[in-house]
């Protein structure tokens, strides 16, 4: 069974810190797809970035990075220098390739306080 | 703009009654998905449709129901509905239904539905 595990409900920081969400997921199959979602106080659901599971390359955009371990099955998100409108609810998905729906973690609700 | 589009955005209703949400995919996705938000259990998936078949079927209530049209729109029904029912219900979309998986969903902006 697939399944993914934010084990942090809620997070504060101040402005200008740096902030790591955890992800830590579970699957058997070997090809499998990890994404990263985020959720503003307007609800919709924005998507951040897509990895594969044969990719480890870490990878950054802007003020965002990706830290992908396959070793641990973890694909953990850090924003840089946070500000203000950071604040959401952020969610680690997964699709395994056996199946196509995508399985979300519970989110991180991240405060960022000015 | 993810392209994927749900009507209403919201929607208040008694208990008891039926409400029908739409969702029209972005333009070339085959697949779509709904999911339910609700405060205490995070995102749920409800069902999947690939190309007209439902292709998967997620924690869905008997009393809720979907399908996905020619045109690739897709409809959820939801009757007999509950207060428990009130949640944010969200449509995704992706090209693949099938490996290889190469795809990200693209969500709309989800229904907001209140039952009272």
């Known amino acids: 069974a697939q399944k993914v595990t934010q084990a942090q409900t809620e997070i504060s920081v101040v402005e200008k810190e740096d902030v790591t969400l955890d992800c830590v997921y579970e699957t058997r199959d070997t090809t499998y797809y990890l994404f990263w979602y985020k959720q503003p106080p307007s609800g919709e659901l924005v998507f951040l970035i897509r990895r594969n599971s044969f990719d480890e390359q870490n990878e950054i955009s802007g003020r965002y990075s990706w830290n992908f371990q396959k070793s641990t099955s973890s694909f953990n998100f850090t924003i840089t220098a946070s500000q203000v409108v950071d604040s959401a609810v952020y969610f680690c998905?997964?699709?395994?390739?056996?199946?196509?729906?995508?399985?979300f973690g519970k989110g991180t609700r991240l405060h960022i306080l000015p | 703009d993810s392209g994927v589009t749900q009507t209403p955005k919201h929607l208040i209703t008694a208990t008891g009654q039926r409400v029908t949400l739409r969702c029209s995919p972005r333009s070339g996705d085959l697949s779509v998905y709904w999911y339910q938000q609700s405060l205490d259990q995070g995102l749920q998936f409800l069902i999947q449709y690939y190309n007209g078949e439902e292709r998967a079927k997620g924690n869905i209530l008997e009393r809720f129901s979907a399908q996905q049209f020619p045109d690739l729109h897709s409809e959820l029904n939801l009757s007999s509905l509950e207060l428990g029912d009130s949640a944010l219900y969200f449509c995704?979309?992706?090209?693949?239904?099938?490996?290889?998986?190469?795809?990200?969903?693209?969500f709309g902006q989800g229904t907001r539905l209140t039952v009272v």
């Open positions: 998905a997964l699709i395994a390739n056996r199946d196509d729906k995508i399985i």
């Open positions: 995704a979309s992706s090209v693949a239904g099938t490996p290889p998986m190469n795809t990200e969903a693209f």
